[in-house]
């Protein structure tokens, strides 16, 4: 008897999945590298970006610190862009662009972004 639960979890395990793909991309890591900062193979990294598996919580700690981020935005599921590539490639290269910038400045950009993006519409 099924009870929708295997479905679910398995839209869940996409989504985390497409989450940490991009998050690792973003970053500029390799699967490899991501492997490597984390303590697992390169398949379960891949199994995990697939969908294939989930992993552990203490696993998702190791993912964030390799990535820099808070748990809470690991699992923030609703915060992937859509399937547009190119917008997905943009943003990747926005926020590289930002990784070597104080918090002070990204916060002024930001505060100039809201100043601009009214203007813009």
């Known amino acids: 008897m099924g009870t929708g639960f295997d479905s679910q979890d398995q839209a869940i395990r996409e989504a985390f999945g497409r989450r940490l793909q991009d ?3 973003t970053a500029g890591f390799s699967q490899a590298q991501m492997a490597e900062r984390i303590g697992r193979s390169v398949e379960q990294v891949a199994a995990i970006e697939n969908g294939r598996t989930g992993t552990s919580i203490p ?3 190791r993912i ?4 820099g981020i808070t748990l809470p935005d690991l699992f923030d599921l609703d915060d992937q862009p859509a399937n547009d590539t190119d917008h ?4 990747r290269e926005l926020v590289k ?3 070597g910038e104080s918090a002070h400045r990204i916060k002024l950009l930001k505060k100039l972004w809201a100043t601009v ?4 519409r």
Do not use: C, V
């Not at 964030?64 to 990535?67: D, T």
């Not at 997905?88 to 943003?91: E, G, I, K, N």
């Open 23 to 25: 998050l690792r991309l």
């Open 59 to 61: 696993i998702a700690a």
């Open 64 to 67: 964030a610190g390799a990535l």
């Open 88 to 91: 997905r490639r943009a943003l």
């Open 97 to 99: 662009s930002l990784r």
């Open 117 to 120: 993006r009214p203007e813009l």
